[in-house]
């Protein structure tokens, strides 16, 4: 199985503020993520930032796309991204639409499976138009009434899809080897490392507990 992928997510609103993180993070990591809030508030420039000031990591840009999704994705990766989110729920035609955006610039699309009712067939779905990557997603709200993505990582890990998974969902020290060891492709991580006093410390020892893994 190859090594799993290291995704930081960068959730502040503050330009300058994300990009610090990402400075302290980005030896330790191997995807930084411009999160939903993030790059809503901040745009393409960030993305450009990013990619100027880190060009040895992936840029995600999480843009959780609903509609229009050849048009909205395009200038993301024109930008600099390397990856951009789309969601399940949005339906087949914008999924398909930031598959084709994706291929145009050589790069990836990941599906986010938020909130789909039927998240096994839309990993089908997904795979089936080119997607590369499927996200298995527990958001924060649903974090907060307790869920978390393991029991979605276990069935979509089960379909054997020829498509990388990435988990997002609370994801720590104490939980991030049973998430590699269950099948997943890029562990996402937030407030484990940006929480932490040395956010570097901590995005370093979550590599090493990816390693051992």
């Known amino acids: 199985m190859a090594r799993a992928l290291i995704q930081m997510a960068l959730d502040s609103l503050d330009f300058n503020d994300t990009v610090g993180l990402a400075t302290q993070v980005a030896p330790h990591v191997d995807i930084l993520e411009i999160g939903t809030p993030c790059i809503k508030h901040n745009g393409v420039r960030l993305v450009q930032e990013l990619r100027r000031k880190f060009p040895?990591?992936?840029i995600l840009v999480d843009l959780k796309t609903m509609d229009a999704g050849e048009y909205?994705?395009?200038p993301f990766y024109a930008?600099?991204?390397d990856i951009c989110t789309v969601l399940g729920v949005s339906g087949n035609a914008t999924m398909a639409g930031v598959v084709k955006a994706a291929n145009a610039n050589n790069s990836e699309a990941?599906?986010?499976?938020i909130n789909v009712p039927n998240k096994a067939q839309c990993a089908r779905e997904a795979a089936k138009m080119g997607a590369q990557i499927v996200g298995v997603h527990t958001?924060?709200?649903a974090q907060a009434a307790g869920q978390t993505p393991f029991a979605d990582l276990q069935s979509i890990a089960a379909l054997n899809l020829p498509v990388r998974i990435s988990v997002?969902?609370?994801i720590n020290q104490s939980t991030v080897q049973q998430v590699?060891?269950?099948g997943a492709g890029i562990v996402v991580v937030g407030a484990a490392i940006y929480s932490a006093?040395?956010?570097g410390d901590a995005a370093r020892e979550i590599r090493q507990l990816v390693e051992a893994a």
């Open 56 to 58: 040895n990591n992936l």
């Open 72 to 74: 909205e994705a395009a």
């Open 79 to 81: 930008a600099g991204g």
């Open 110 to 113: 990941q599906i986010d499976l």
């Open 139 to 141: 958001g924060l709200d």
């Open 168 to 170: 997002a969902g609370g």
């Open 180 to 182: 590699v060891q269950a």
């Open 197 to 199: 006093p040395s956010p």
